[in-house]
């Protein structure tokens, strides 16, 4: 069930420079706003019943790169371009965000958000996690804080519903971080969960092309790596083009997929990709940055798979900042228990109507929605 | 008990499971009351067993946490500090534990079938003293200490008229108990026996500095063939054809010439070993049988624990009556070959069977150290049966715990168990009947050195973790080594 979050004006007109103050350059501290906005939407609710989720599911639906189904045209394998990989000193980062909500309240939902930056450097990983954040999304949250329009989420045209909300919210950490590492990484390989699509409610093209111009002028490669894809090839998936194919290898489909959209609204900010990073790999999408070089953009690539480990055909750094900013059970069952002692939330078991009304027969998937 | 509280997850049979938060300090072993809000009673837990309270995602948690200890450094920005939660939630415990009675109106109840309320139940800890306050304080005794209560008090009528077994593996603190139960019980006035196999018990009237205590005159070192030895006279027929079939297994046919042989020298007034010898040597019997005879006394001769000297046979009558406040017989055995130790055994029970039947003897307590190796099969029945109604109250101590019949730990009165890991062990000792087989396996196998879970009457029927309180006199019996410092051992 979706609670609906009507819009409020003042958190329209109020859409802040989040991703730009100065102070949150410095990775170790924390957009004080951010905070601020997870006391106050916590303290809104406190007292509140919290019907806790039985179970650990994922917030959100699976995120997709971004556009609807596409049907592409056939593409010669003439145009597959063999990988090699490349030794490099080049520092490798990436950025992951995750959401969960925790419990249905009264007049909302209580939810949480954390994202995690992983450094590879001179063989070494190193990370920094951010969170969990936890918060409240409803209709009294969303109209009485100024802060949420604050913290840089953008507008909805119309009605909304919580998981929209909740991902709007995590883009915002996801581009702090993303952003916070393309000012902080010199010449290094920035590796972004998703596609480097823009233009949408969810992706405004300018915080994204400010990520990718920080980038640019700290003479790094942004990189984003997209486990899920919408982009079809007769009647197939992209990734599926490279699925049976020997070696790593790389397939440029940008003219395929940018000849399908209008150039307004949604700007395809990276050259579109289908790469197989490592032999025995996944293929997956990849969205690399749209200005750098052709010759750039096939080095780069080389030495992601020099520099970093690719198992599977995922680079590992990319692998750990997402084991890192997921949650686990037990981190709900912790947040839970933070939202009952700190803001006086009380937890009571969520309801199974199905399960109630049939017992047995009411199990199984639909016991859970 | 600070911090969180506890709460009550599941109860099955007289079996409870209660969550329990890291702040909270709990041991296996201690006593919890879960005190219901809504009624006026509370149900008495001993915790068994402390495990990890099994968390969603707890697996995850930890890879996640291994990855991160190993390959990678980092910083984690918790502004909000869940984190802290989530580290509480991972040492989250569960504690197992079982149901040994309930408190009404604030009097101790045995009546536990009712259920508390999981809302409103609060958990507390809870003094053992509470548990041993029913017992008469007539004799009373420290027994040691718990991790939070130093004093535990017990009385000593509760060995009075029982059956008790102190068993643990070798160096956990057995013998240290049963100096303190035998040096308590002298102080008392109680006659006791202790049948010594190490020589350990002998020194008990000295200070740990060789100095003579108190207790001195009470404790009676009697060394078979030395200072414990007795007359024919004394120790009468009956006692030593015993002695010859079951010490040194004298055939039957052998024992009643043996016994036409006695009675002659006895109506002749010549109870003597030497006129024994002679009569042997001269008896018109068969020289198989002849043989067998003159082999036996030659045994009994030779232990040199029979005197024809009256005056330097021992009369048990005479000191017991000279100690009626109070003494202990240490018999020592250390270094005696296994057929003197078992004639010593025969001809000391008997005789005193003999002063307890004919009421010389009030009643006795004896300590038997390794009984397998000097008691024959036939005294472990007589021990529960018999000798009990005369007011023979022994005590079995050991680290062999299969070497005591099974029907001996069903009737065990009390039973101080020290640590245990052998399986095997476990196995033996969870047969007791005072308790269930879980709490002894769960709780005594983690014990530490001079710990030990006491059952039964002397702990009012509520099982204690004890640590056995010091003691003030000369303990000989802790382990020698070569080496100076010891490895601990697990």
Known sequence: MNHRIRQSPTAQQSISNFLYPIDTLNPSRFPQHFLDFCRHSIEGVRGDLARAEPILRSGLTPDYDGESTLYLKAIGEDRLIPLEPAESNRPVVAVDTSTIKLGELEDGTLCALRGAIVRLEGGHYAYSRYGPLVFSLGNHSYQSLEEFGNLGVTPFAGETNVDNVLKRMRNVLERWLQFTASCTVRNGIILIDGSLTAGTPDNPAKEVERILDSARRAGSAVVAISKKTRLRIQNQSITDLLEHRPQACLLDVDDEVTDQFPPYPVRFLGRVFVVKLAKCGFPFRMDVDRQLSAQETLMSIRELTGTDIVDQGYPETLRIAHI???????????????????????????????RSLFGPFGTAWEAFH | MGGFPLKILRKEG???HLLCFPREEVEKGDYLLVR???KDRALIVQIIDIQYANIPGILEDLLRDGISEFSLSGDDVD????????????????????????????RLSRDVAWLPSRNHSQIEVMAPTF????????HSFELGSTRRYPHIASDLSTLDGRLNIVTGRKGTGKSHLTKLLVTSLIKEGAPVVVLDINGEYVNLGR????????????????????NLRFSLNQVGLSTLLGTLTHALSLPDNSARVFARIWRELEDQNQLTMSALRSAIANSDCHESIKDALQARFNTLDDSGIFTDDQHTALNLEEVFRNHHDGCALVVNMKNQYAALRRITVELLISKLTELLSFQKLKALFLFAEEAHLYLRETY???????????????????????????SIYRQADNVFLFNFSNEHDLEIVSKLAKVDAETIKMIVRDLPPHNCLVIGDIVANFPLVIRVRPLEVQTLGATRHFFEKQVLAA
């Not at chain 1, 900013?325 to 009952?340: E, K, P, R």
């Not at chain 2, 200070?207 to 030395?226: T, V, Y």
């Open chain 1, 324 to 354: 890192l900013s997921t949650f686990t059970a037990s981190d709900v069952l912790a947040m839970q228990v933070f939202a009952a002692a700190r803001f006086g939330v009380q937890l009571v078991p969520k309801i199974m109507l199905r």
């Open chain 2, 14 to 16: 007289d079996s409870i």
């Open chain 2, 36 to 38: 219901d809000g809504l």
């Open chain 2, 79 to 106: 502004p909000l500090q869940v984190s802290s939660q989530i580290a509480v939630l991972k040492d989250t415990r569960l504690l197992l534990g079982k149901i040994r009675g309930a408190v009404e109106q604030g």
């Open chain 2, 131 to 138: 548990l041993t306050e029913t017992l008469a304080a007539e």
């Open chain 2, 207 to 226: 200070g740990p500095d060789g100095r003579q205590m108190h207790l001195s005159p009470k404790i009676i070192a009697l060394i078979p063939g030395l």
């Open chain 2, 380 to 406: 472990w029945d007589d021990i529960v049966t018999r000798m009990r109604h005369l007011g023979f109250f022994t005590t079995f101590v050991t680290n062999q715990p299969d070497t005591i019949q099974s």
